[in-house]
């Protein structure tokens, strides 16, 4: 198994960092001040001009949709291509979108292509390549256990030549930002089908269809992730064209899998980008704070907690790496426990890096001052997305299991 990169990605990775060091991180600052003064008017829910100026930057110099790997409509690089990449473009909070490369629409993007229409990707994957609108994805619900996503109770009825949509939902991903143009819905078309997996399906609803209302936005930490967010929406007696079904009725856990399986690898390569600005700050700021008369850097427990960080980043993504390989090589299916392991490792690794490096930046790091409690936000989510860790790890233990019975 060789990891090395090709001379491809080498020279994708070099112009994706310079294009992160001279426009993304010195504009960090910016989008965050330009999202407070809308707040300030009394709406965040405002796109920033300053991500629209960088998107245009990232398309001009042919860093755009790097994701969807081997398809003709991205940059037609392998999963274990684009892992280095989608790392560096993790390492800001800005990163992934400016590129074109953020969640949801990275997995909704990968979902139309692959299971859509040529309608469908004609009206929905092509506005959302060129960066014209976002959108969102619906399964979570408030009033059942959603991580078996068996429990979800929302009602996708055909009524002649239309489905008719009820139920509720949250923490649907970018509902809030006004550039969110389309949903895709999971909901039970046949809920007496005795196959528990066969009695949901997914399908596509426009953000403008009567019916749909965006009820509140969902902090995470006090944070409002504004423009993006998270919502929790109403779906009462939506109505949309038969046409708008993904694939086809009960086939909502096949794309599940197959949606789930490159998003959870870009989060977690995300992660690793978060993780190493993470440790890179805490040893900026350990070689230049004095505490007991030496620099805090020279304390043992800082290097063993610098020592320890490299390594949990390193193992994490190495175990990374090997999942793509491994989607690539032999599919999502064979590759489900090395999925779920790094789905697992990752936000652990992260989150543990990110505290140590808020106890060596001291009290400032519980502020918005160092971007390290945003960081430990965000990365917290991640172990509920895509599966929450006990479900992966459940997963995995019957696997190791099986090989004794």
């Known amino acids: 198994m060789d990891f090395s990169h090709s001379d491809k990605v080498k020279a994708l990775q070099q112009r994706v960092s310079a294009f992160m060091d001279e426009h993304v991180y010195p504009n960090e600052a910016t989008f965050f001040a330009e999202i ?11 796109p920033t001009l300053i991500i629209e100026q960088l998107k245009e930057k990232a398309r001009a110099a042919g860093l ?12 037609g690089l392998t999963n274990l291509e684009y892992a280095p990449l989608c790392e560096i473009m993790g390492r800001s909070p800005i990163g992934p979108e400016v590129f074109n490369c953020s969640a ?9 292509e692959r299971y859509g229409n040529e309608e469908q990707k004609r009206q929905w994957m092509v506005p959302l390549l060129e960066g014209k609108i976002r959108s969102c ?6 009033g059942v256990a959603s991580s078996d996503a068996t429990n979800i109770q929302a009602r996708i009825v055909r009524d ?5 949509i009820n139920g509720r939902k949250w923490w649907s991903s970018g509902a809030n930002d006004p550039r969110c143009k389309i949903i895709i819905f999971m909901g039970k078309t046949d809920p007496d089908n005795p196959s528990r997996h066969s009695q949901q399906s997914m399908i596509l609803i426009p953000m403008d269809t009567p019916g749909v209302k965006v009820l509140r936005h969902l902090p995470v930490f006090g944070y409002d992730d504004a423009p993006h967010g998270h919502a929790e929406i109403s779906f009462q007696d939506v109505r949309v064209p038969v046409s708008n079904i993904l694939l086809g009725e009960g086939r909502g856990f096949e794309i599940a899998q197959g949606r789930l399986g490159p998003g959870r690898i870009h989060h977690c390569m995300r992660l690793i980008g978060v993780a190493e600005r993470a440790l890179e700050k805490m040893c900026r700021r350990t070689l ?16 063993e907690r610098i020592a320890d960080s490299r390594i949990m980043i390193d193992q994490a993504r190495f175990l990374t790496l090997n999942a793509a390989y491994m989607m690539d090589t032999v599919g999502n299916k064979i590759a489900k426990k090395e999925i779920a392991m790094i789905k697992v490792a990752a936000p652990r690794m992260a989150l543990q890096v990110i505290d140590w490096s808020m106890q060596a ?9 160092f971007g390290l409690a945003l960081a430990y936000a965000h990365s917290r989510t991640l172990r509920f997305a895509d599966g929450p860790d006990e479900v992966h ?6 696997m190791e299991l099986s090989k004794y019975l």
């Open 36 to 46: 407070e003064a809308n707040r300030k008017k009394g709406n965040p829910w405002v």
């Open 64 to 75: 755009w949709n790097l994701f969807l790997p081997e398809s003709p409509r991205g940059a």
């Open 104 to 112: 949801p629409d990275t997995g909704n993007m990968e979902t139309i």
């Open 137 to 142: 994805f619906s399964m979570t619900e408030p």
């Open 160 to 164: 002649g030549d239309h489905y008719v």
């Open 288 to 303: 230049k704070r004095v505490a007991f008369g030496k620099l805090v850097s020279d304390q043992g427990v800082t290097r």
């Open 361 to 369: 930046h001291g009290g400032g790091a519980v502020s918005d001052d």
């Open 393 to 398: 790890q459940n997963q995995i233990g019957k």
